[in-house]
């Protein structure tokens, strides 16, 4: 059976799947493409992930939120509020 999806190149794409390429490679554009067509898709930034964030808060409570904050690309604040919020 001939692939349809293997003959599509970087320049046929949106630019949203150009920056897929440029970041995962054709390949993995290829796969969304033959598998999840017609899907919207919403990638968060991690200070959605609430309990990921939390989960790496308690992992490296050793380290000062700042530090924290920098590793997640979040305010300080940000992390302050949601252990405040979590009752911790």
């Known amino acids: 059976m001939n692939?349809?999806?293997?003959?599509?190149e970087r320049e046929d794409l949106t630019e949203d799947?150009?920056?897929?390429?440029?970041?995962?490679?054709?390949?993995?554009?290829?796969?969304?493409?033959r598998t999840l067509s017609g899907m919207y898709i919403y990638?968060?930034?991690v200070s959605r992930l609430e309990r990921f964030v939390k989960r790496y808060m308690t992992e490296n409570?050793?380290?000062p939120f700042k530090e924290?904050?920098?590793?997640?690309?979040?305010?300080?604040?940000y992390l302050w509020k949601?252990?405040?919020n979590s009752g911790k």
């Open 3 to 8: 692939d349809i999806f293997e003959k599509i």
């Open 17 to 33: 799947l150009t920056l897929i390429a440029d970041a995962m490679g054709i390949d993995v554009v290829r796969n969304l493409m």
């Open 43 to 45: 990638i968060p930034r």
């Open 61 to 63: 409570a050793e380290r």
């Open 68 to 77: 924290i904050a920098l590793d997640l690309n979040v305010s300080s604040q």
């Open 82 to 84: 949601l252990r405040r």
